[in-house]
């Protein structure tokens, strides 16, 4: 037996045609030229908020637990410690780095 997957024939598209995938990029892109990035921030802060009066904090709180047992399910409870841990390694990074800049920097 092979050891690799067959591949999805493409299909040729008709000419001028393209796939859902491909219009959606375009459109994004034609968003994002005639508004800005930061559009996209100002309807995702829109949404929030609507989210928010139509469905409560508690919803938040619903989709967050949601989400944690996916994610515990998907890569077990030690993944939490693992990540924490790499978490708390790069803060104590930044600190260190921060100190030695400042150390370096002269004082008036």
């Known amino acids: ?14 000419e001028g045609e393209m796939s859902v995938r491909e219009a959606g990029k375009k459109g994004g892109d034609t968003v994002r030229e005639r508004y800005g990035s930061g559009f996209y921030e100002q309807i995702g802060r829109k949404g929030g908020q609507a989210t928010r009066e139509r469905h409560g904090a508690a919803f938040y709180e619903q989709i967050g637990q949601k989400g944690g047992r996916v994610v515990k ?24 780095e921060a100190k030695k800049i400042a150390e370096e920097k002269p004082t008036s």
């Open 1 to 14: 037996m092979d050891d690799q997957s067959p591949k999805k024939a493409r299909t040729p598209k008709p």
């Open 73 to 96: 399910d998907k890569y077990g409870s030690d993944f939490y410690e693992e990540i924490g841990h790499k978490g708390g390694q790069k803060v104590k990074q930044l600190i260190a």
